[in-house]
C-alpha cells in the first residue's frame, strides 16, 4: 500500500503555487496525488443509512484498498461515523485493519484459502463460507482453537461464481452439523442488479428466499440476510435489502446508471475523490506535429502542449489515448497522442496560462469543468469500478 498523509485544517505540508489563481487547485510536492474527503465518504455513508432505515445494517465494502481510496483512512472515518461492519475481499486486507486498530466487525468476503485460515480466526475475521467442505473445515479448526468463530454463508442462487449450490436439506445438515461454529450470516451475490430488463435478479431473489425459508424450517435462522451492493440500494429493490447491505461504490459516490425501468435513484451521494497531476513541461509546437509514441496524433494547428508528470503506470488508462481530457485551469484539456508510463501529453491552447508546477484535474471538478469516473469509464472502454481500483499505489493519497 502507498503512504498516505492526512491534511490538517491547518494547512498543506507544501508551498501553494504562487500564481495559484481562480479554480486552479492547490499544488502539492508530488507527481501525481489524489485527495480523499473523509467528510464525503462519512455523508455518503449517513446517506445510505437514512435511506435503509435503522433496521437495515449497512456494511460497507472497503475490499481492493477502499477501492484506491485507502482502506485504513476510509475504514477509520466509516468507523468514526458509526460503521460497526467493514467487508473486504481477502484476508489480508482485513489483517491490514486490524493492525491499523479498527475495531469494527470485519466480513472477508472471498477468501477461505487453505494458508489464510488460521490467520482469519487469530485476527478475529468473521469468514464467508463458500462450500458445504468448509463449514466442516471450519468447524474441526474451532474448535481445535477454542475460539468463538461466526461465519457468513454464501449461497449461489444463479451468478455460479462463489457459492454453495445445494439444496436447502443438504446445507440444513451441514450447518447443524457443525457445532462449534455459529451461523451469523446467509449471503447470496447478484449478476445483473444494473439490468432491470433481466428477470436474473428477481430469480436470485427468490430463489435466497426459498433457501431461507428451508433453512428455517429446519430451526436454522441466521440473524443477518444479506444481497444487496450499491444498485439494489440505491435503486431501492427493498425486496433484496433483507437485514444488511453492503454498499461500495456508493460509498466512493458512484452509483452506475441502470438499465429498464427502475424505481428513481433514491440516494444521493457524490464522489469523494480528487486525482491531480503536476505539469512537467509546457511548450509550443507547430502545425504538423507529430505527438507522442508512434506518432498518433498530429497537430493540426499550431498548439501549446503540457506533459504531465502522470502516466499508465499511474493508472491513466492507455485506452484514453487521444480520447481523453483532463482539466486545467477549469477547462478540458483533451488528451493528444499516446498515453506513456510515466507521462501523459495534454492540449492546453485553450488555457495558455499553464504553467510548469500547476496541478491539473485528472479527475474531480474544476468549477464547471467535470470528469468523474464514470466519463472516464466510457471513453476508454471500461467501467467506473476499473477506473478507480486502476488508481496505482504509487499515487500519493492525501486526505483533506
Ligand atoms: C464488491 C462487492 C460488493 C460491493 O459492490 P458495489 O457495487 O461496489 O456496491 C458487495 N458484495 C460483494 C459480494 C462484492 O464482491
Redesign the pocket.
Known sequence: MGESTVLTPAGPPAAEHAASEGQTPRAFPYRCWVEVSRAQIAANFLAIRKLVGPDVEVMP?V?ADA?RHGAVEVSRALQANGARWL?V?NTEEGVALRDAGISARILV??DFLPYTRETLLAYELTPVIHSLEDIAYLDRLAAACRKRCRYHLKVDTGMSRLGVRADAAAIGEAILAARNIELEGL?T?FAS?ANYQSGQTEEQIAAFNLLAEGLAQAGIRPALLHLS???P?AYARRAAWGGMV??????YGYVSPVRGHAHGKMLDVKPALTWRATVLSVKDVPAGALIGYGGTFRAPQPMRVAVLAAGYADGIPHRLSNKGSVIAHGKLAPIVGAVSMDMTSVDVSQSPEVMVGDAVTLLGTEGKARMDAQQIARLAGTIS?SVLCGIHARVKRLYV
Not at 453492503?246 to 460509498?251: V, Y
Request: charged residues 10%; proline residues 5%.
Open positions: 465494502v475490499k477501492y467487508a475481499s468476503m472471498a449471503m451475490h442488479a451492493s450499491t444498485i440500494v453492503r454498499p461500495g461504490h456508493a460509498i469500478y
